[in-house]
């Protein structure tokens, strides 16, 4: 210690510093020292002192991911995901690495990654303020909206009152971005029908070529429907009431939830099964269903459109005429038929 470090205005100034409070108060403090910041005051307990702030990774690896891998390898992940956590059940009590572990042996920190990539770890603070300033800019942007002008730019809308207000330039004169989305997602859809009905048109031709009549029939009959939009999401709900429908969730007696993503039939007893994804208190799992017994249906909040019947153009492959619902016209399901 020198002499400057005994110097009586140093000495006094360091007592002052430790024995004074913070005047900024942490997002969890109680509401007085909250008030005592807000007016420029030190905060009144030691627990409601602003503390640094420790963040992992927006992309940190889950436990699961972790535990499936050795020490070894969960040592070479990116310097970003060697932080800090502090085990406060061990004996005694210590930092660790947050991903320097497996199954019965840890690491303390800083682990040997953290310490040979060192700054890379954390982001600095001045990068860390200025993309907060970034989001701060952001958001007060959407704020702004009804304002109409903000920084030179207008709000613009388009003739759908589902897609959200944006903000352009005054020379910007490009559409609706939520419009161009739909017109992109309508090709690749439409792109995605042509594929599907050739190749089950080359699946009939195979299945025909080998003497199995009854599969190219089937095969063909299929992309008939895709190819006309008999296949629609609607026809799904035409489902049987007491089976599991698509784009609907349910709930169990148990507690658990299902949402049910497609309903299809098993190839040889033609029993129907529901895929989909269920939880309880963890993650989503993808399952199959097959009973639907203490089940409780739940709407999406919008009811079923009711199928509508009507004779369509007729099917160019076999001339037949079909029934707006998918099935042979004349349909039952119109009040005109009978039998």
């Not at 419009?179 to 792109?191: P, Y």
């Not at 003497?211 to 049987?240: C, F, H, I, Y």
Request: glycine share 8%; hydrophobic share 35%.
């Amino acid at each position: 210690m020198t002499a400057t470090d005994m110097d009586p205005f140093w000495v006094e100034s360091r007592a002052k510093f430790l024995a004074a409070k913070s005047t900024v108060a942490d997002p969890s403090a109680c509401g007085t020292c909250r008030g005592l910041a807000a007016e420029g005051e030190p905060v009144k307990h030691d627990e409601c002192q602003q503390r640094a702030t420790l963040l992992q990774a927006p992309d940190h690896p889950h436990y699961e991911i972790l535990a499936g891998f050795s020490l070894e390898e969960n040592e070479q992940l990116p310097a970003r995901f060697h932080v800090p956590v502090f085990d406060d059940l061990g004996k005694p009590n210590s930092w660790l690495c947050a991903v320097c572990w497996e199954e019965g042996t840890v690491v303390g920190w800083p682990c040997a990654t953290a310490v040979k990539y060192g700054t890379e770890v954390f982001t600095p603070l001045d990068k860390a303020e200025t993309a907060q300033e970034k989001q701060a800019a952001e958001l007060a942007a959407y704020r702004a909206l009804d304002l109409g002008d903000l920084d030179g730019r207008v709000s613009a809308t388009c003739d759908n009152p589902e897609h959200p207000t944006w903000l352009r330039t005054q020379d910007d004169n490009r559409g609706c971005p939520w419009c161009r989305i739909d017109e992109v997602r309508t090709k690749v859809l439409a792109e995605a029908k042509d594929e599907v009905v050739t190749w089950l048109t080359k699946k009939a031709r195979e299945f025909r070529a080998n003497g199995e009549g009854e599969q190219a029939d089937t095969a063909s009959l299929l992309a008939s429907k895709v190819a006309r939009g008999a296949v629609r999401p609607n026809n799904l709900r035409m489902l049987p009431p007491d089976f599991f429908e698509p784009d609907h969730a349910y709930s169990h007696r148990d507690g658990s939830t299902f949402r049910c993503v497609a309903v299809t039939t098993h190839p040889d007893g033609g029993e129907r099964v529901a895929l989909g994804w269920h939880t309880d208190t963890a993650d989503w799992t993808f399952v199959a269903v097959r009973n639907i017994n203490h089940w409780t249906h739940e709407y999406d909040g919008v009811e079923p459109p009711a199928p509508q019947h009507y004779d369509k153009v007729p099917d160019p492959l076999d001339g037949c005429h079909w029934c707006a619902c998918g099935n042979r016209w004349p349909c039952k399901g119109d009040g005109a038929v009978t039998g």
